[in-house]
């Protein structure tokens, strides 16, 4: 979790780019239903799917910068202190093959009169091929001046995040008309029920004029009969209408993320009892009225540029690569720039094929 709070950190301008992008699916209702544009909102911020289409999208532009990134030239610092005990040793015997011919000379000094001159306990030398104490400090440059690959790549990289962005486009679209389509569904529902409920009480009203016209003979059982049979039919499908409201209002729940659909607020119906009709919808099927524009079809070409990069990636690995190395720094015992002077610089072309 840390780490995605981190990215969201790291880049807020892509996710800025993505609201923006989503705004006019949020935004597709006239001014006068304010409802249900509140509730698209409410979708789009609480459905898992469209969470994990954004962090996909956020995941992919990082990945796209860091490919971005490699064309760039890297400055470094590297420091190193060393302390060693013992290995290897260079070995040179100058007390074996000098002793000897001092003792020589001096001989040969001596037999002349002259003292010896040459000393003659020269001790082997053993010098270790590290030193007990060094360090190295230095700044490195490294910078491709000619890499295929990274174009590739960096094509491609792109390309996965504009499907990213075409994919976060398509579920946007289809949650909106999902939301939709539940929102009106369940308004529809309600007025339905509203509807059989003004029926069941006209009903029960011309049950209880049936009854008053038997008893005053104006009218024969039968009358109150069908009555009663017309009402309880109307009860039957005001169970099944009340179910149906139920399901509908727990489908638009769900859709926004909600546990409970009592907070659901529905359009009124009409003062007819009909029930109020669904806004015309110039969202993103209006502005998608041409093949081109569809996100689907833009997934589908962004992932075909993406493939065509990765074959282009392919074959540059086999072209060579130039890239330039350049150090500098000191080296030496100590810590200390003396008069011994103990920095270095180097520069070099590396050639990768």
Not at 69 to 84: H, I, K, V
Not at 178 to 186: C, I, L, N, Q, S
Not at 196 to 206: G, H, K, M, V, Y
Not at 244 to 269: S, W
């Amino acid at each position: 979790m840390s780490g995605t709070r981190a990215a969201r950190r790291r880049s807020p301008s892509l996710i800025a780019c993505a609201l923006i992008a989503l705004a006019p699916y949020a935004a597709a209702q006239p001014a006068d239903d304010q409802r249900l544009d509140a509730y698209v909102r409410e979708a789009l911020r609480s459905n898992p799917v469209m969470d994990a289409g954004m962090q996909a999208l956020l995941a992919s532009d990082l990945e796209a910068r860091a490919t971005r990134a490699r064309r760039l030239p890297a400055l470094g610092l590297e420091a190193r202190y060393t302390r060693a005990t013992g290995g290897r040793t260079i070995d040179f015997p100058a007390g074996q093959l000098f002793n000897p011919i001092h003792e020589t000379l001096n001989r040969l000094l001596e037999e002349r009169g002259e003292p010896a001159m040459f000393p003659t306990d020269l001790r082997d030398i053993e010098e270790p091929l590290l030193r007990p104490r060094e360090q190295e400090t230095k700044l490195t440059l490294r910078a491709p001046l000619y890499a295929p690959e990274i174009g590739a790549a960096i094509a491609a990289r792109a390309a996965a995040t504009d499907a990213a962005r075409a994919g976060l486009e398509v579920t946007a679209r289809t949650l909106v008309r999902e939301v939709k389509r539940a929102y009106f569904g369940a308004a529809r529902a309600d007025a339905a029920e509203g509807i059989l409920e003004a029926s069941r009480d006209l009903l029960a009203e011309d049950l209880r004029i049936a009854k008053v016209m038997e008893r005053e003979g104006t009218a024969t059982h039968d009358r109150v009969l069908r009555a009663r049979a017309e009402m309880l039919a109307v009860e039957q499908r005001l169970d099944a209408a009340r179910a149906g409201t139920r399901q509908a209002r727990r489908q638009l729940a769900r859709l926004l993320g909600r546990d409970d659909a009592a907070g659901l607020v529905l359009p009124e119906a009409e003062p007819d009892g009909t029930p109020a009709p669904a806004p015309a919808d110039p969202g993103p099927d209006a502005e998608a009225d041409t093949v081109s524009s569809r996100p689907e079809l833009a997934r589908l070409d962004a992932a075909i540029a993406g493939a065509e990069a990765q074959v282009d990636a392919g074959q540059a690995r086999r072209l060579p690569e130039l890239s330039l190395a350049a150090d500098y720094g000191i080296q030496g015992a100590d810590y200390a720039v003396d008069s011994s002077d103990d920095s270095f610089g180097t520069v070099s072309l590396v050639l990768r094929w």
